[in-house]
């Protein structure tokens, strides 16, 4: 599956990035047909284990990032093409997918934030969503479009594998 899951995760992961760095959003109209035709391949490639593998991959994207989505960390699209990529590779990879993604995108919004002098404010309300003394509106102060990180994240983990 590894192979077929290439090329879609690649295109899509791409396209959403750049959507997201521009307009900050991940459309449905990319996740929805991305998800729905993980499920699809991996149905017609590895019959009712194919469909249990990528219905595990997306419960476990669901799990993995339906925690910062709760709580303010992240948006809705960035949990639904979590899910499309959870469809793809399965329960696995998108446990490793999801360690880099996290790591990159720590990476990430610390320079962000280090750059824009919002260092100190960000970990704050960083430790006070952690604690959950506060849900996040991440359309107010500083936020990072996520999908870079987890096109890098979900990338590295066809290589790691």
Known sequence: MQLI?????LAVLLLASAIDVYARRVPNWLV???????LAVSGVSGGISGIGTSLAGIGLATLLFGIP?????????????AAGIGAWIGP?????????TS???AALAMGYAWWHGALGESLDRTASLIEGREKSDHRKGLSIPYVPAMAIGTLFSFFAK
């Not at 899951?5 to 995760?9: D, G, R, T, V």
Request: aromatic share 16%; proline share 5%; charged share 5%.
């Open 103 to 105: 790591i990159v995108g």
């Open 92 to 100: 696995g990879q998108l446990f490793i997918a999801f360690v880099v």
């Open 5 to 9: 899951a290439w090329w879609p995760n």
């Open 69 to 81: 989505c709760f709580l303010g960390g992240m948006g809705m699209g960035d949990l639904k093409l």
């Open 32 to 38: 929805i047909p991305f998800l729905l035709s993980g």
